[in-house]
């Protein structure tokens, strides 16, 4: 069957009070965004404390469900059969048909659940229930009712037409895109940090993200490994700004100025000052790592202590408690992990020290940081100002 509306079911943003507006309003342009370069034609409206998308033309239904459930905001997604209200006699015809279409094997039990938003319409909502019932088990008496654990439950609204539908295929839940502000997410060849962008974005938030590049010892397929991970995202996320910053200068000049064992520690304080330059330069409300407390030295508390000191705006580590396992899940079920586990090394995983610090200590750090005194403000402005930007969607 190929349905002509899909209605669209929200939850958190049925809370929001006198705000909901916004909130509706900003997941129907997310839905139009995500179905903008489908063949077809659809129309995407609220009514009612309902939104709806209409469609026309030559359209894949599949596509269109697929688009639906990468929009933040929807936690039900229903096919639905719209018809003309023609009298309750023609009513009974469609929903008959409806289920003789749907439900070839009759061997099933279900329930009638209508919703009378026409106040004029001639019949009351329990007497719509118990009149299509008995139609149904008339047309199909190998049908049976069962009013507390159906196999199918048949919903029939009556509005200016009348919306049919039985399937609530599940979305993707959190907040539309743009209802909680920017932030500056940390992006590298991993699984951890995309996982982490989806999450944020996932509570409305856009995203922004900054990749450090280091060319000879990083390939350029290695940053081509960055922008495929960012366009999967960007699935969820609608278009994100990636900054790819050249980071082999700076590299160098702490390998070469401060104790090996300290490296990825001042590696990672410098990446978190040039990722908030460009998050404060755009407007964004703070920044997203991949971090998992415990999972490598750079993670422990003492060494997430020692990289936030260097940052002004809120660190976000949607992953903060997660194990492994936990993180590949998630990466599988949006598409990222095939491609995280590409063997192209980014400069996270270059000039790492054989025993690296997992309990640094701030002052000591910043004592070693002086070490770089001579040259670090003249790599580091060279390094912003040679950025690449790329809009990736």
Request: aromatic share 10%; with cysteine; charged share 25%.
């Amino acid at each position: 069957m190929k349905f002509q509306t899909y209605l669209i079911k929200y939850g958190e943003i049925g809370i929001k009070g006198k705000n909901r507006y916004m909130f509706e309003d900003a997941l129907v342009r997310q839905i139009r965004h995500s179905l903008k370069d489908l063949d077809g034609l659809f129309h995407t409206y609220k009514a009612q404390g309902r939104v709806y998308v209409d469609c026309d033309g030559d359209y894949d239904g599949d596509e269109v469900v697929e688009a639906l459930k990468r929009v933040f905001g929807i936690v039900g997604i229903c096919p639905v059969v719209r018809v003309e209200d023609k009298g309750f006699e023609e009513l009974k015809k469609d929903v008959i048909a409806y289920m003789d279409e749907v439900y070839p094997d009759k061997n099933i039990t279900f329930k009638v659940e209508s919703r009378r938003a026409k106040k004029t319409y001639p019949k009351k909502s329990m007497e719509i229930n118990y009149d299509l019932g008995e139609a149904i088990l008339y047309a199909f008496p190998e049908i049976r009712v069962d009013v507390h654990h159906p196999d199918v439950l048949l919903h029939v609204e009556v509005r200016e037409e009348i919306y049919i539908y039985s399937e609530i295929i599940p979305g993707p839940g959190g907040m539309p895109i743009g209802t909680n502000g920017t932030a500056m997410l940390l992006l590298s060849g991993g699984i951890d940090s995309p996982v982490a962008g989806y999450m944020i974005s996932k509570r409305g938030v856009g995203l922004e993200a900054t990749y450090f590049h280091a060319p000879p010892y990083t390939s350029e397929r290695a940053k081509q490994k960055v922008v495929d991970l960012a366009k999967q995202v960007s699935k969820y996320t609608g278009p994100i700004k990636l900054h790819v910053v050249n980071f082999t200068d700076i590299q160098l000049y702490i390998y070469e100025k401060c104790p090996h064992d300290e490296l990825t520690i001042i590696m990672r304080r410098y990446m978190m000052r040039i990722a908030e330059h460009f998050a404060k330069e755009d407007g964004c409300l703070g920044l997203i790592t991949g971090e998992s407390i415990g999972q490598v030295a750079s993670q422990t508390m003492q060494s997430l202590m020692a990289t936030n000191d260097v940052c002004t705006l809120p660190v976000y580590r949607p992953l903060i408690g997660f194990d492994k396992q936990e993180i590949v899940d998630i990466s599988e079920k949006i598409g990222t992990y095939e491609t995280s586990i590409l063997p192209y090394e980014d400069c996270c995983t270059i000039f790492v020290a054989k025993h690296p610090v997992t309990k640094p200590n701030v002052e000591v750090i910043r004592k070693s940081e002086k070490n770089l005194s001579e040259k670090i403000d003249e790599l580091f402005a060279e390094a912003v100002n040679t950025v690449e930007t790329i809009i990736v969607k």
